[in-house]
Each structure stands twice: as structure tokens, then as C-alpha cells.
């Protein structure tokens, strides 16, 4: 059965920092690039950062970069988003996302929320 599982999100002050993890189960998560995606309330859902299959190249979206940084651990089947220096509008639902040519992946999310 696969499972995208996502988690680490919660509360936490402006400036601070979280470590999100997504665990991969049921297929071979080194074979597929991974995303993460986010989406705040009446928004539409934007792309956060990607680390390609052997993460040899990253991307992030330029809100993120220098404050995001995107990793994984293909023994564990396991990709890591640490967010440092958060801010309000950073708050969303972050999702994570595997991808192939032809297939596609989902997790359902996990919350986070950077308020005082």
C-alpha cells in the first residue's frame, strides 16, 4: 500500500524554526523527485521547494529561498523540509508530493501555523 506520510507541522512564533518530514512507503521513493507544496486558506496550492531523485538539484520557490532548505535520506525513504526564520504568511497546510513520468503521489498534509 502506498503512503506519503507527512509530519512536524504545529505552532510556532515568528522567526522560529520547524522541521518537516514525509515518510514514503509502499514504493521506492529514491526513484521519484519530491516536493513540497503548500496551500493557505483561499489560496491556490503553490510549490515550496523539489530535491530531484538522486538530489543532485533543488529548487524553491523564491519567497523560500535562504530560509527553507529541502533534503532527503533515500535509505530511509524519508524527505525533510527545516524551515528557519518563519514568518506569518508561511502559514499553510504543507503537503508532499512524489513524482514520476507517470506517476504521482499525495500526502494529506500537515499543519502549520506561525502566529505570537
Known amino acids: 500500500q502506498v503512503q506519503v506520510v507527512e509530519s512536524g507541522g504545529g505552532l510556532v512564533q515568528p522567526g522560529g524554526s520547524l522541521r518537516l518530514s514525509c515518510a514514503a512507503s509502499?514504493?521506492?521513493?529514491?526513484?521519484?523527485?519530491m516536493s513540497w507544496y503548500r496551500q493557505a486558506p483561499g489560496k491556490e496550492r503553490e510549490l515550496v521547494a523539489r530535491i530531484s531523485a538522486f538530489a543532485d538539484t533543488t529548487r524553491y520557490a523564491d519567497s523560500m529561498k535562504g530560509r527553507f532548505t529541502i533534503s532527503r535520506d533515500n535509505a530511509k525513504n524519508t524527505v525533510y523540509l527545516q524551515m528557519d526564520s518563519l514568518k506569518p504568511e508561511d502559514t499553510a497546510v504543507y503537503y508532499c508530493?512524489?513524482?514520476?513520468?507517470?506517476?504521482?503521489?499525495w500526502g494529506q498534509g500537515t499543519q502549520v501555523t506561525v502566529s505570537s
Open positions: 508530493n512524489a513524482r514520476q513520468v507517470l506517476k504521482e503521489y
Open positions: 509502499g514504493f521506492t521513493a529514491s526513484n521519484y523527485a
